[in-house]
């Protein structure tokens, strides 16, 4: 199926006073280079090439977590990490936090709010208590068929969607489904609504919709320029004591035959995403309300599918934490833009308020990037920061980026393992894969010196807006720059 967002309609002078609709999807570990824009020429995602085609296609976005629980509590509050308090390992989202989110300040401003797909996260009043993921927050909505927890493919698995499951018995179609009936009774009613749909692809287990068994048979898909260990030898001896290094190997990405299998079954994942999102454009055309719908499409993390002989997700490097993100606003005159200015997931969230007409919180980290669709050429940060505090100590990391380098600090030591507080500095304009650190070489000491002030002032940041639970108030100083 392939989505018809139309361009114009004959009411869409009497439309120009109305709030605009607002539809947020968001996929579960896509990597940026899944897109035709990036390309990736052996992708089929056609209802995301027509978003492309109609707005702005981000070149440099990423989650300032990388990891799914983090991230969506990011996004739904426009927070970074250690603000939120939120993530595995540390705990849930705080009442106070919620109640700036995204939904509920929109929700007060008179739309409807609705939610379907994979919440990903608790909010509880004591930080330590750990309830199913959307247990409360789903009362916040007007519409909800989401969870529980991580959710399943099988559609009947799932309770709020379980009475789509006979015509749609892959979850990814479900959600669209849901999402449809979500705008009739939005439209039913007159007024504005706000759509988020969460996908659970492509996350693991590898179950994609047996529908579109035959949209990758026989494709075979080129390997990225840092697939392999031999491209990660490099790269910091932290960087490998967690998961993402034994992934690659369990995960079939070393072997040839069992990579391209892995690659065809992601992809068919993300195919079934698009179809979902075909369905929906198609009934905003049907209703003549396309003119009038602002759509965002992104993911809550990357995914190394062997780059760097990796596998899953986490760290800061590029696969890992940059993302797809395409924002369409019907409203405005030029399409098919690109723009290539840094943005991170917080920003999505000022971002809808700002479409909205709703005050943007004066302590979000995110940055509305509205600007940047009405002038792709201009920008609206000069840095971002990507948290890693999960998983094992040694893995854990401070990153900091500007337009064109990447700086990572990783802080753990084991001298009886010869590991040491190790710099990387990487150019992402000229060597994107992330190939060469230039950390030790004379000629970068001046970006060096930038983005070490640049780290250190996140860090300081951290120190003074920070929670003080869930284990992040430590960081501040276990993060302390030791190499000078």
């Not at 990903?120 to 519409?143: L, T």
């Not at 993300?270 to 979902?276: K, L, N, Q, T």
């Not at 854990?396 to 710099?423: A, G, Q």
Request: hydrophobic residues 30%.
């Amino acid at each position: 199926m392939l989505g018809c967002f139309g361009l114009s309609s004959t009411y869409a002078q009497s439309k120009t006073e109305q709030k605009p609709n607002i539809i947020f999807f968001f996929s579960d570990d896509q990597s940026y280079d899944t897109q035709k824009d990036f390309g990736n020429n052996k992708v089929k995602t056609p209802n995301l090439d027509v978003l492309a085609e109609n707005g702005v296609v981000f070149k440099r976005h990423y989650n300032t977590t990388a990891i799914c629980m983090a991230s969506r509590a990011n996004v739904m509050t426009g927070q970074l990490e250690y603000k939120t308090g939120c993530n595995f390992s540390h705990g849930s989202l705080g009442p106070k936090q919620w109640s700036s989110s995204y939904p509920l300040l929109l929700k007060q401003a008179g739309y409807r709010v609705g939610f379907a797909g994979k919440f990903g996260f608790a909010v509880s009043d004591k930080p330590e208590k750990w309830e199913m993921e959307g247990e409360v927050a789903q009362h916040d909505f007007d519409f909800w068929a989401g969870g529980p927890g991580q959710t399943e493919y099988q559609t009947i698995n799932n309770p709020t969607i379980a009475k789509y499951a006979e015509k749609y018995p892959h979850s990814s179609r479900a959600y669209g489904a849901a999402t449809i009936d979500f705008i009739n009774e939005s439209v039913d009613k007159g007024e504005p609504f706000c759509m988020s749909l969460f996908f659970k692809a492509p996350h693991r287990p590898i179950e994609p919709d047996p529908m579109f068994d035959d949209i990758y048979k026989d494709v075979v898909f080129d390997k990225l320029p840092n697939y392999g260990r031999e491209a990660g030898a490099h790269l910091s001896k932290q960087s490998k004591m967690g998961r993402q290094y034994p992934r690659f190997e369990e995960w079939g990405y070393s072997q040839d035959d069992t990579y391209q299998e892995a690659l065809r079954k992601y992809h068919q994942l993300i195919y079934g995403v698009d179809y979902s999102i075909g369905m929906v454009l198609a009934e905003l055309k049907k209703l003549n309300i396309d003119d009038n719908t602002i759509i965002i499409f992104s993911s809550d993390n990357g995914y190394f599918n062997g780059s760097h002989g990796l596998g899953s997700k986490v760290l800061p490097y590029e696969e890992g934490a940059r993302v797809p993100l395409i924002i369409v606003d019907p409203r405005q005159e030029h399409k098919a833009e690109t723009t290539t200015a840094i943005t991170g997931n917080v920003d999505i969230t000022a971002t809808i308020l700002d479409y909205a007409g709703v005050d943007i919180p004066s302590f979000y980290d995110g940055k509305s990037m509205r600007p940047l669709i009405e002038n792709p050429k201009t920008e609206i940060r000069s840095t971002l920061p990507i948290i890693q505090v999960w998983g094992p100590q040694a893995t854990h990391c401070l990153t900091v980026m500007d337009s064109r380098f990447k700086y990572i600090y990783w802080y753990y030591k084991d001298e009886n393992k010869d590991i040491y507080p190790t710099e990387e500095l990487f150019d992402i304009e000229n060597d994107p894969y992330e190939l060469v650190n230039l950390a030790n070489q004379s000629e970068y000491k001046s970006e060096l010196v930038k983005l070490r002030k640049v780290y250190d002032e996140q860090l300081n940041h951290w120190k003074t807006e920070g929670v003080k639970y869930n284990g992040y108030e430590k960081y501040s100083e276990l993060f302390k720059r030791t190499i000078q």
